[in-house]
């Protein structure tokens, strides 16, 4: 068995449309207001832009704020969920405090129903599809600076382009109406060879085995 230092993200994040008339100013009633008011009362406490509970690793149970203080670092495990919202609301510093994350991308899921409905957690999950998901990695990457936040980019990049049920053209077709191709070429270009073998090492797979999925899908 084989243990790799894991690189994939482990927070949550969850997707909000803001409706046009919205934009002006968001009401109280707004499933993003909503959202931000039951994280809270559920016990995930405001980080900025983040709310995150805290949890001990080794018992498992939930941990207030406080609780978290008085522990080392190796005892707390942070569950983050971040919002992030399609366009910014004007009213929205007014209403919480603090500016979410934005993704333009987002659009595409609610507006052109680039969405996958799957049964997961007691519940009904809207999941962005494989072209949406590739797009907003592909534009995280470029404006990278973090070297593992970079590594964790890449890897998710390759499980998009291998392990999606579409093949290769068709994804690329697909991404092609969420992002310019040059633009995509040019990013996926930049990736060195230390990036690929940092990012296959991390997956446990060859670096020419890892490479070739990108560099094979970038040229397509």
Request: net charge negative; proline share 4%.
């Amino acid at each position: 068995m084989y243990i790799h230092d894991y690189h994939g993200s482990k927070d949550i994040d969850i997707g909000f449309h803001v409706e046009t008339n919205d934009l002006t100013g968001l009401s109280e009633e707004s499933p993003f207001i909503k959202a931000i008011n039951s994280l809270e009362a559920n016990g995930f406490v405001p980080i900025s832009q983040r709310f995150v509970k805290f949890y001990h690793t080794e018992t498992r149970t939930e941990l207030t704020e406080q609780e978290s203080k008085r522990l080392a670092q190796p005892f707390i495990f942070n569950l983050y969920v971040d919002p992030i919202v399609d366009h910014i609301p004007a009213n929205v510093m007014e209403l919480l405090g603090f500016v979410p994350i934005d993704e333009p991308l987002l659009s595409a899921v609610f507006q052109s129903k680039k969405y996958t409905i799957i049964n997961a957690f007691g519940t009904k999950l809207m999941l962005p599809c494989p072209e949406v998901l590739l797009a907003t990695k592909i534009n995280a990457l470029h404006n990278r600076t973090k070297d593992h936040k970079k590594i964790k980019d890449i890897c998710d990049i390759y499980a998009l382009v291998w392990h999606s049920k579409i093949g290769h053209k068709e994804l690329h077709r697909k991404l092609s109406t969420l992002l310019d191709v040059e633009h995509t070429v040019g990013i996926l270009s930049k990736i060195n060879g230390d990036d690929y073998e940092e990012a296959a090492n991390a997956l446990g797979i060859g670096t020419l085995e890892f490479s070739n999925v990108i560099k094979s899908f970038t040229h397509i």
